[in-house]
Structures are given as C-alpha cells and as structure tokens.
C-alpha cells in the first residue's frame, strides 16, 4: 500500500460543489452544493436512483470532470481547476476505476488488460509479474491467457478489479459494479471489495443497490443533485 497522508487522514474531500450543464439556453443543476469527507481506508456506497446526480458524482472523484464552483482535494491536492492532462496524471495514479460493463479489451488477454494502466510507467517484465500477481490474488492465475469473450460475467469483473488495483491506487473507484451479474456472482464480487477493504483500502461505490449498503461503513445517499445524509 502507498504511504498514508497522515496530516488529515482524509484521501477525498468535496465542498460546496456545484456542476451546471449548459444545454443551448437551458441550464441542468448536475450538482447542488455538494459536501463530502472520505478517510483513508473508509468504504462507502454513494447510493441513489436513475437521475440523482451518481455519474456527475463519479465523474468528480474520478477526475472526469471539473466543476462548475467549488473545491475538490484529492490525497490534500486541489484539483478543481486542473487541465485536463494534470487530472489524468493524478487520476492515474491515486484513482483505479471499476465499471460496471467491465470495459476489457477483447483483443487483449486478461494479464494484458491487467497490464494496461502501467504501460507508460515499468519494465515489460515487471508489468507482467505484477498484473499475474494481482490476477492470482483473485484466483483468477488458472485465467491469465483467456479473452474477455472466453470468461464468465464473474471472471471479466475479477479481470476489471485487478486491473484498477495494479497501479496500487489511493481510491478504488466502483461503479455499478454488480449491475451486469446475477445476484450469485454479485455476492462474490462484493466479497471480493470487502476482503480489500479489510486489507486497508478505501472504496467508494456507485450504485442503485440497496445490498451493497449491508457491506458498507456509510451510504451517502443523493437525489436532484444534492446529499440528503452521509
């Protein structure tokens, strides 16, 4: 694990966050006001229904998006006004995303797609026993040479989850996470974010799913935009 920033304990912190859409002469209120505090080794679920403001929210802490006012701190950094390069710098870094459509490449192996995130950054050799050693930490070493299309939905989210832990990033980023699987195979993969929880990373989860608020420390819940309890 990376070294924890022990001044404030706090790896993610919004405030007062507001992101407008401009569309022609209309103006959507993405966000309204927005305030959260995430500690270092916390796990929350950012919980809400279709339309709530959960993508406008994912796309803030994941650096995909500037807003409209307010400040962002990342790890104790603001990053509310950064370009669009300085973001991915640091969302490359300190954030590792999950996705609910998995997003592989198919015509890449599972290890090659585990390997993605640290082309630009480490030896072909060690890119390679890294992204093994992360597959095999998930029982997923028997796997390693199959295409996406030869793995079951189960196994593909297992590929996407080392995938955002091979960096070693700050925040692992969830979204959605169980939405393409049967609630068997979503037990297991939450299984999976409780086990690196207990190993001391910090999850945050977006989702529509009441359960996965039974394996959570908070449940934020947003609706039209805005916080109703953290």
Known sequence: MKEKNTKTGEILKLENINKIYKMGETELNALTN???????DEMICILGPSGSGKSTMLHMIGLLDTPTSGKRYIDGVDTSRMSSDEMARI???EIGFVFQTFNLISSLT???NVELPLVLCDSCNERRARATSVLESLNMGHRLHHYPNQLSGGERQRVAIARALVNNPEI??????????????GKEVLAIFSKLH???RTIIIITHDESITKIVQRVVRIRDGMIMES
Not at 34 to 40: G, H
């Open 198 to 200: 207990s190993e001391g």
């Open 172 to 185: 692992i980023l969830a979204d959605e996470p169980t939405g393409n699987l049967d609630s068997k195979t």
């Open 34 to 40: 927005v305030n959260l505090t995430v500690k270092e």
């Open 110 to 112: 599972a290890v090659e």
């Open 91 to 93: 969302r490359g870094k």
